[in-house]
């Protein structure tokens, strides 16, 4: 069974930086894809951040475009989130996810997605 394994939050000020990582046995190929959500307390529904679509261009929600890049490194088998110049309303715990192949066409939609990490959480002070 495919597992995924967060490492990498904390607590910054806000115009700080993070870099969360995910492992996990497989990585994303054409069969599959993976993505990083957040969730506030309060919020039922976990919100897209960034994720790889089905042409393998980064695609990211409009609150962190310029400020959070995706990456991947299959060697590794890791995906990354490099948050940069945080904001308070980024506080949040991030969760990277793996969906099957529909996920890439709709990659921060999280209904998409069936195997998630165990969240990192991430808070920013102003």
């Known amino acids: 069974q495919v597992q995924l394994v967060e490492s990498g939050g904390g607590s910054v000020q806000s115009g700080g930086s993070l870099r969360l990582s995910c492992t996990t046995s497989t990585i994303a190929s054409s069969t599959n894809c993976m993505s990083w959500f957040r969730q506030v307390p309060g919020k039922r529904r976990r919100e897209g951040v960034a994720?790889?679509?089905?042409?393998?261009?980064?695609t990211y929600a409009d609150s962190v475009q310029g400020r959070f890049t995706i990456s991947q490194d299959n060697t590794r088998n890791t995906l990354y989130l490099q948050m940069n110049n945080l904001k308070p309303e980024d506080t949040a715990m991030y969760y990277c996810?793996?969906?099957?192949?529909?996920?890439?066409?709709?990659?921060?939609?999280?209904?998409?997605?069936?195997?998630w990490g165990q969240g990192s959480q991430v808070s920013v002070s102003s």
């Open positions: 994720g790889f679509n089905i042409n393998r261009v980064a």
């Open positions: 996810a793996l969906g099957g192949g529909f996920a890439c066409y709709t990659p921060l939609n999280p209904d998409e997605y069936h195997v």
